[in-house]
């Protein structure tokens, strides 16, 4: 009976140890994770959190190990400014489209994962961080600058959208949050930059170096949300679009411009990068630094350094070859002369590569390939690495690769030892200076207030880097030109809004800003309908290619058939003899009817997935104008 | 009769989440074991089998199967970044916690079978006969929608309920009682065949089906949604009485696709709810193999022994716009890079009656139609094997036990195969036709035994 008692002492004891152990067994936490309860205590907690926000602002960006990859020539595809080689861009050709509007979008789901990460960082930042200092700070504006920046992404492609500003839980109201108008939107982007701007450091100081988003990246921010909320709504005003906000023109933004741009003018005055490198093109080489931390003008960019990166890379190699898109005339166009004067006033030859090149303001010669350069093969630095033997570009496309316009890009030529161009040691710029100073010169413009002065530190700083004429306000007044809204143009504004314009698109060409230009201007139906890209003047190539003696002199070893043009069967000129890279395509020949956008383009549709879940819920997400 | 009870928990549910009871029963009757049984003599096993279980399952599928165990607990997960620097070096980042999953607690798969054993003629014939339902409650289906403001996925829950339903059936018949030639002849056959089907009998949000990529209830699993093909334009009259595809130009050579709901556009629908396909119907076809079945013969005979093993599928049809049953790479300027599509032929004007529309990597060609829906039922010869046992006297001659060599074929071809692309199912299936097939083996042999 004492054994049995025992045995059953036992049992019970064993019951009770391991019912004990099992329940601290299960609730043990991963040993290689961080708990929320006790993260954000210091400030590497809040620095490695705002690192993994970085990825997500980056998308213009693409890499590849090793040697082969992508490069970001094709910023403006999709634009009036540069074309695929030989298809029309998609998004610009929607005859007989339904505007139904797609079930699910991508860019919507992105931006509301990327402020959810940045709402929780911004909600928790604090909770347990003993004290606050100057580092601490900076981490903390980072936060509000991503959030910013994903908002800044939704206010572009949808306007008005619905504003969370918390890490939402599943029960949550605000789920079925309505959209808030954009001008609502745009403030709280606006008072996120302003928080982005209190606390980050400048340039070069504290935690803002070496990549990292700073006071003068926020505060250019801060002018180009300005600028565009600010144009939005005044030109859409103006031309009573669907797209307008009521009761608005948009100057209350417009006005928040200058004083924004001025406290990076009492910093940056006139500093932005001159060093031209062995052509003595400042402006070309801008996008081939390697280091953007000493550089000055540039306040944003991804670091790019085989020393550092050793699993990717960014590959500039292609950047200035014939490996697809093309520039337009509608670009070629808009440059100034060499003495500061508007083609169409001009008296100046400008028909062949070399004539506009010599006869077109420095920027044209910095941003697009003339032959008078020679053979491409033989640039410095790039000798040996298999680029064409051939001062032209190739326009014949089944002669390789090619740039069916004739206008080959050469902004951001990355030369030197191949380990620069090939392997990633160029810096990408995001955000530089001069997009604040021509921020700054276009509010000023539209309300009225431009001065000389204004002008003075502003394009002509950027003017004078390459050369360039100044701008003369006066002058520019007395042109007898009138501007045309096919181009860009408003037709109503000013001689010195219209200037401003050509200076930006001409200045930020590929650098992605043209078609949220077009429109913010209310123009892009004016700009893109009826429009059928063209290139370069076809007989200079046809007297290039054909002539074999030219090719061999150049270097061509091969035989020179594979390259000479046939003119109206591997290329064809329109009227003018401008070539015409679509001129298979009926809508692009002579009489077609070109590109097309609908009105609603301006804006993408709400993806009606999410219609559709409001409505289950009894509320309401409005689509945008024009969509089904 | 048995009777089984288990009381499991798992770390990876919330505390109050994470216990379970699971019971189980199961009995079973021999019917010819009975005195009133008649017909002793021809059937002598009749068996009624029957049971009922319940268990758990911690591995929800929705949540990353086995490799999440701490779902209650909202962790920041940090990692290095490899091609990001910032401040001189790469970086290391600590990125949001998921939503933790309160609620979810076990599945509870319930299944209820009934199965019945025959043995007959003297044992010479074997039946067996299975049916099973598996219920699995509280299961976790794709998270309950929400507005994508919130910015992360949804929580799983135990959201939903599926069914599935099988039986499988075998018959085999052996003798060894009759001899050839004076020599005792030994051989058996055997058939077997079974099937099952899940659907959805439960899911929680989906009233509406308003949105896509859902459960609904009623949805069958491995259902082909598919568009209806008109076949390929063949010049310019046809295709200005086409409905086109939303935001693509079309050409002859182009499939053309049938406006099934009459909008006047071809898509998707608004979801992918089954009842809310746009121009896709719901077909009798399925995605999964169903009705395989299988049949083996083994006969022995004066030392000599042959087997064989021939299995198939009744009923399998997949569609795939993959690039290596289309013959054709991501350009329209690509060749087309297989003999076995280019014989299918591509679509000219000179070539009006090709199988396959034009060249080129045309999205809206590939759009999952009818017309070309691999059909992959099959019945193939999965091995023969022969063998002869060297007589014991002339083994024993040679100082050994035993001496025996065979010959045997795997994998030796389709009885019948009818999919316009020849590559083995399996793989087609699994990688659509990319990667290595099964390969087919001969072999002799010689089994010494000492």
């Not at chain 2, 009749?46 to 999440?68: C, E, P, Q």
């Not at chain 2, 403001?149 to 949804?154: H, K, N």
């Not at chain 2, 992918?272 to 169903?290: A, C, K, M, N």
Request: charged content about 20%.
């Amino acid at each position: 009976m004492k054994i049995y008692i025992n045995k059953i002492t036992l049992v019970l004891l064993a019951c009770i140890t391991l019912t004990a152990c099992s329940k601290d067994f299960l609730d043990r936490v991963p040993l290689d994770d961080l708990s929320v309860d006790t993260f954000f205590s210091s400030n590497a907690d809040l620095e490695i959190y705002v690192n993994g926000l970085y990825g997500a602002t980056m998308p213009r960006y693409d890499f590849q190990a090793g040697l082969a990859g992508s490069n970001n020539k094709g910023e403006d595809i999709g634009s009036d400014f540069m074309i695929n080689n030989f298809s029309p861009t998609g998004s610009l050709f929607q005859q007989g489209d339904s505007g139904i509007a797609p079930i699910n979008s991508g860019t919507w789901n992105t931006a509301y994962d990327n402020i959810r990460r940045t709402n929780f960082f911004i909600e928790n930042s604090t909770t347990n961080l003993g004290s606050r200092d100057n580092n601490s700070d900076h981490f903390i504006g980072e936060g509000y600058f991503f959030r910013a920046w994903h908002y800044f992404n939704l206010l572009n492609n949808f306007g008005g959208v619905p504003i969370i500003d918390k890490a939402l839980g599943t029960g949550d109201e605000e789920l079925f949050k309505e959209r808030n108008s954009r001008s609502e939107v745009a403030k709280f982007i606006l008072k996120d930059l302003d928080s982005a701007i209190v606390n980050l450091s400048w340039k070069g100081t504290g935690p803002a170096v070496a990549g990292r988003i700073n006071k003068d990246a926020a505060l250019t921010m801060k002018a180009r949300v300005a600028l565009f909320e600010g144009t939005w709504q005044y030109y859409h005003a103006q031309n009573a679009t669907p797209h307008s906000e009521p009761n608005s023109d948009g100057t209350t933004f417009l006005q928040m411009v200058e004083p924004t741009v001025q406290q990076l003018i009492a910093k940056n005055g006139s500093s932005i990068y001159t060093n031209g490198g062995i052509f003595n093109e400042p402006y070309n080489q801008l996008f081939a630094i390697t280091n953007g931390e000493s550089t000055p003008g540039v306040f944003w960019y991804r670091v790019y350094d085989t020393e550092i990166i050793t699993t990717n890379s960014h590959n500039f190699y292609n950047n200035i070859t014939d490996s697809g898109p093309g520039f337009t005339d509608r670009l070629v166009n808009l440059y100034l002369d060499a003495d500061g004067i508007p083609q169409s006033l001009s008296a100046r030859p400008l028909t062949t590569l070399n004539e506009k090149g010599q006869n077109l303001e420095p920027r044209f010669k910095q941003t697009i390939w003339t032959p008078d350069r020679g053979p491409m093969n033989l640039l410095p630095g790039r000798t040996s690495q298999g680029d064409s033997p051939f001062r032209y570009p190739n326009i014949k496309p089944t002669a390789g690769n090619s740039t069916s316009t004739g206008y080959r890009q050469w902004k951001g030529a990355v030369l030197g030892d191949v380990t620069r161009y090939r392997a990633g040691t160029a810096d990408d710029i995001f955000i530089r200076y001069a997009e604040a100073l021509l921020a700054m010169a276009e509010a000023k413009a539209i309300l009225g207030t431009i001065t000389q002065s204004d002008i003075d530190v502003t394009v002509n700083v950027l003017r004078g880097r390459v050369g360039a004429p100044a701008m003369n306000l006066n002058a520019i007044n007395s042109w007898a030109i009138s501007y045309s809204a096919t181009e860009g143009f408003d037709p109503s504004g000013t001689n010195i809004v219209n200037e401003i314009r050509r200076e930006r698109s001409i200045e930020f060409v590929n650098e992605g800003f043209r078609i949220n230009d077009l429109k913010r201007w209310a123009i892009f139906e004016s700009a893109i309908n009826g429009y059928r890209p063209k290139g370069a003047h076809l007989q200079e190539f046809l007297d290039y290619f054909n002539d074999p003696a030219q090719l061999i002199a150049d270097g061509l070893t091969g035989s020179a058939t594979p390259f000479q043009i046939t003119a109206d069967v591997d290329v064809k000129a329109d009227p003018n003899g401008l070539i015409n890279p679509f001129f298979k395509i009926p809508e692009f020949i002579e009489g077609g009817q070109g590109y097309f956008v609908d009105p609603r383009s301006y804006l993408n549709a709400i993806p009606s997935s999410q219609i559709d879940l409001y409505g289950e819920n009894g509320t309401t997400l409005t689509q945008n104008p024009g969509w089904n | 009769m048995e009777f089984n009870g288990r009381y499991d928990a798992t770390s990876r549910f919330r505390a109050d989440k994470r216990w379970g009871f699971f019971p189980s029963f199961s009995g079973a009757w021999n019917v010819a074991k009975e005195n009133f049984w008649p017909v002793k003599d021809v059937i002598s096993g009749f068996k009624i089998r029957g049971s009922w279980a319940t268990s758990g399952n911690a591995n929800v599928n929705a949540l990353g199967g086995d490799n999440n165990f701490y779902l209650f607990s909202p962790t920041i997960p940090v990692n290095q970044v490899n091609n990001i620097a910032l401040g001189g070096s790469t970086i290391t980042a600590a990125r949001i916690p998921a939503i933790v999953p309160e609620t979810l607690t076990w599945e509870k798969p319930t299944s209820i079978g009934i199965g019945l054993d025959v043995l007959a003629f003297n044992n010479r014939l074997e039946l067996n006969y299975d049916w099973y339902q598996r219920t699995t409650r509280d299961q976790s289906g794709p998270p309950n929608p929400l507005p994508e403001v919130l910015g992360t996925t949804p929580p799983a829950t135990n959201n939903s309920e599926s069914e599935t339903r099988g039986w499988e059936v075998s018959v085999k018949w052996q003798d060894q009682s009759f001899s050839v030639l004076g020599k005792p002849f030994k051989y058996s056959l055997s058939a077997r065949m079974n099937d099952y089907v899940g659907y959805v009998t439960k899911y929680e949000h989906n009233g509406t089906g308003a949105i896509g990529g859902q459960w609904t209830p009623g949805e069958v699993f491995g259902q082909n949604r598919l568009y209806t093909s008109n076949g390929i334009i063949q010049n310019g009259t046809q295709l200005n009485n086409i409905v086109p595809h939303t935001g693509t130009w079309i050409y002859p050579g182009d499939l053309s696709i049938q406006d099934t709901n009459g909008d006047g556009v071809i898509n998707q629908g608004n979801g992918g709810v089954w009842y809310s396909l746009g121009d896709r119907t719901l077909t009798d076809s399925y995605s999964y193999p169903r009705y395989r079945y299988g049949f083996s013969l083994t006969a022995e005979w004066n030392n000599f022994n042959i087997s064989m093993n021939a299995d198939g599928v009744g009923h399998w049809k997949r569609f795939s716009g993959n690039q290596y049953i289309w013959g054709q790479g991501g350009s329209v300027f690509f060749a087309p890079f297989f003999k076995e599509t280019t014989d299918l032929g591509y679509w000219t004007a000179n070539n009006p009656g090709a199988f396959l529309p034009r060249n080129g990597y045309h999205g809206k060609n590939r759009l999952p139609t009818d017309q070309y829906l691999l059909n992959l039922a099959h019945l193939r010869i999965r091995n023969i094997r022969l063998g002869y046992n060297i007589p014991t006297h002339l083994v024993q001659k040679m100082g050994l036990r035993s001496l025996n060599v065979y010959a045997s074929g795997e994998n030796l071809g389709f009885i019948f195969y009818k999919s316009f692309i020849k590559l083995d199912p399996q793989l087609l299936a699994a990688s659509s036709g990319e990667g290595y097939p099964p390969s087919r083996t001969f072999s002799l042999g010689l089994n010494i035994g000492l």
